[in-house]
């Protein structure tokens, strides 16, 4: 168990040196973390409703932070190029994140066009309906991505890191909103990106 600990703790250091640089970013993180905590409570009262809210908010603020404001040039906390960082990436990329977020577009156009699914479901009779079938289909892709990325880590890698990056990507909303708290403050102040002090400190005696 402790290398297992250690390998979440790794994952998630790595996670926020390399790629929760901005601060609008990182607020943005917050704001998707207290949304995700909120969709974890909705999970147990009304599946559909949950994905709902964790797709339609705290799915799209997060990764909003990473496509448009997080920086892509020469990072020169971690002495890395944003290639470099992609190619590392135990979990989803850019490259899968656009593969991801299109499946998540692509569900609300199925259902509205072919409400049956070619006879997979029954069909909508209102919008209500439509809305509970679309929330389903959410919750399908967000289950299966998460199963499909840690056995390909398995793969990939080894059992362990699949089962870390799985826990890590579970338990993020509760990290988040811990680590990420004080940037709403931060970006309020004028501060744009983090300095990373810390990682560079790290770095550093590395």
């Not at 409570?41 to 932070?65: C, E, H, N, Y």
């Not at 920086?71 to 960082?85: C, E, F, L, M, S």
């Not at 577009?105 to 070619?118: D, M």
């Not at 940037?183 to 810390?198: K, Q, S, T, V, Y």
């Amino acid at each position: 168990m402790q290398a297992f600990y250690a390998a979440l703790r790794k994952q998630r250091w790595d996670d926020h040196r390399y790629y929760h640089h901005s601060r609008i970013n990182q607020s943005l993180h917050f704001i998707s973390a207290l949304s995700f905590l909120c969709a974890y409570v909705l999970l147990f009262i009304d599946p559909a409703k949950a994905a709902l809210l964790a797709w339609g908010v705290s799915m799209s603020t997060r990764q909003a932070g990473h496509f448009f404001f997080e920086p892509r040039g020469y990072d020169d906390v971690n002495q890395a190029t944003h290639d470099h960082k992609e190619a590392i990436k135990v979990g989803y990329n850019l490259r899968r994140k656009v593969v991801l977020m299109s499946l998540w577009l692509l569900a609300p156009v199925t259902l509205w066009l072919a409400p049956s699914v070619g006879g997979l479901i029954a069909p909508a009779t209102n919008f209500s309906g439509w809305l509970h079938d679309l929330g389903i289909a959410w919750l399908a892709l967000g289950v299966g991505g998460l199963l499909f990325r840690t056995v390909h880590l398995f793969f990939l890698h080894d059992v362990q890191t699949g089962l870390v990056w799985a826990t890590k990507i579970i338990t993020d909303p509760f990290h988040d909103a811990m680590l990420y708290r004080h940037a709403p403050g931060h970006l309020l102040r004028g501060e744009w990106i983090d300095p990373m002090d810390h990682a560079r400190e790290s770095a550093h005696r590395s």
